[in-house]
């Protein structure tokens, strides 16, 4: 999508959260971006755009505002009978927008789509930070009770309980993640938010 609609002024940037820069980069490696593809350490973009799950996906305009919060969105269609996420939904609206088009979501549009922190949400990133503090001291067990805590919180803050699988010596693409998926899933639990709009 950057290669294809860079010329109209179109920039992507890509964020993986990890605990280190060597656990992201042999997928950005694999990947070969050429669009500035940064590794965050401290999930501080997780925490400050509320990113439940990856990936999410935000628009920002040329003015610095977003202008479609929190989509889940993908490159192709790979995943599609897990997610039940059509790629290729989102990537035309994508173009559309930046080919000017289509508006994007207006203002009461962007409000109703927004999703807020709640006071567990916040506690739960606040166990995580916690327990991603401890680990990075040596102390990693004592940092499980923080992101069990952090699970427990909000289950559905997939950035805390897969960002601490690493840090509790799991694979965050194993067994374990695909367990908790379906149980998700089982539980009515919505996979991907998409805006329809």
């Not at 990936?55 to 997610?83: H, K």
């Not at 805390?160 to 509790?168: F, V």
Request: hydrophobic residues 45%.
């Amino acid at each position: 999508m950057f290669e294809e609609l860079r010329e109209l002024g179109f920039v992507v940037i890509t964020v993986a959260f990890e605990r280190t820069a060597d656990d992201a980069r042999e997928w950005i490696d694999a990947a070969s971006p050429s669009h500035p593809s940064l590794i965050d350490t401290t999930w501080a973009i997780a925490d400050l755009y509320h990113v439940e799950n990856v990936p999410t996906v935000f628009w920002i305009d040329e003015e610095g505002l977003i202008v479609r919060p929190q989509d889940v969105a993908f490159g192709s269609n790979m995943f599609q009978d897990f997610t039940g996420v059509d790629a290729e939904v989102h990537k035309t609206a994508l173009r559309r927008w930046v080919r000017g088009e289509t508006p994007a979501l207006d203002r009461d549009a962007v409000d109703r789509h927004l999703r807020v922190p709640t006071e567990a949400d916040q506690l739960a990133r606040a166990e995580f930070g916690l327990g991603r503090w401890l680990w990075e001291q040596g102390r990693a067990e004592l940092a499980r009770a923080h992101f069990q805590r952090a699970e427990e919180l909000a289950p559905n803050l997939w950035t805390c309980w897969r960002g601490s699988m690493r840090m509790q010596d799991e694979d965050p693409m194993g067994e374990l993640f695909f367990e908790k998926m379906t149980a998700y899933r089982g539980d009515g639990g919505v996979m991907a938010r998409v805006i329809a709009e």
